[in-house]
């Protein structure tokens, strides 16, 4: 049987990292949503930058290793990508080791999500909404239903980031795509939700398509004509 996570936690940074400067607990069982599958996130304050897996005590655990600066630059970086997964991992995280060095971390992070990521120039806007156009056409066009997977699998990734950077909220990754969305606006996520269930339940793509030329819009709908870009 799993032991508590938080003690887990703690009794592996004993264990594995005894001399680091501070250390936080984040992810999924930290906000109450863990799963059977569910790993315990950990951002550790030490001295040499890396990531590495573990198993400990039957907890699978992602080690995030950071110094000072290092965890300055991935926030930073972070603002410009529009993914925050370090910053999302220490302003939620909660405090195994460190004392008030670790919460002024924290709170560091919990100001950055706040203030959302860097707003995207009017250059990258277009460049996403061309690689949203040009996936729409494909889509239109096909006559393969096998191709079309993988189009809306690139339009779906295209179209959120699209849809959050353009109001300068924070993107995602995997299921983060859905959550970051629901956060945003819970009835467009769900709307787009829906639109792709009936695409991969019935291969029906019209009601995508139309979802997708109603986002583009207010932004001048598909971009193909004159659009420009240096290499």
């Not at 860097?118 to 909404?129: F, M, V």
């Not at 096998?146 to 995997?174: K, M």
């Not at 467009?188 to 939700?193: E, H, M, V, W």
């Not at 829906?194 to 009601?207: V, W």
Request: glycine fraction near 6%.
């Amino acid at each position: 049987m799993k032991r508590d996570a938080f003690h887990t936690a703690r009794a592996f940074i004993d264990s594995y990292f005894p001399d680091c400067q501070s250390a936080v607990l984040s992810g999924s069982v930290v906000r109450g949503e863990e799963t059977p599958s569910s790993d315990l996130d950990i951002v550790i304050i030490d001295r040499e930058p890396f990531r590495k897996s573990f198993y400990y005590c039957e907890w699978p655990i992602e080690a995030f290793v950071h110094n000072q600066d290092s965890l300055k630059d991935a926030f930073f970086i972070e603002t410009q990508h529009g993914i925050p997964l370090m910053t999302r991992l220490c302003a939620e995280g909660m405090v195994i080791k460190g004392g008030r060095d670790t919460e002024r971390m924290i709170e560091e992070a919990k100001k950055s999500l706040i203030e959302g990521p860097s707003a995207l120039s009017l250059n990258k806007l277009n460049e996403l909404r061309y690689a949203i156009s040009d996936s729409l056409d494909d889509l239109e066009g096909s006559e393969r239903p096998e191709e079309d997977i993988y189009s809306v699998s690139s339009l779906t990734e295209s179209l959120h980031q699209f849809i959050l950077r353009s109001n300068r909220r924070w993107a995602g990754e995997g299921k983060w795509m859905y959550r970051s969305l629901r956060d945003y606006d819970e009835a467009l996520a769900g709307r787009l939700t829906e639109c792709l269930q009936s695409f991969y339940s019935h291969q029906e793509k019209n009601k995508l398509i139309s979802f997708v030329d109603e986002i583009l819009a207010p932004h001048g709908g598909r971009l193909f004509h004159d659009y420009y870009a240096r290499f």
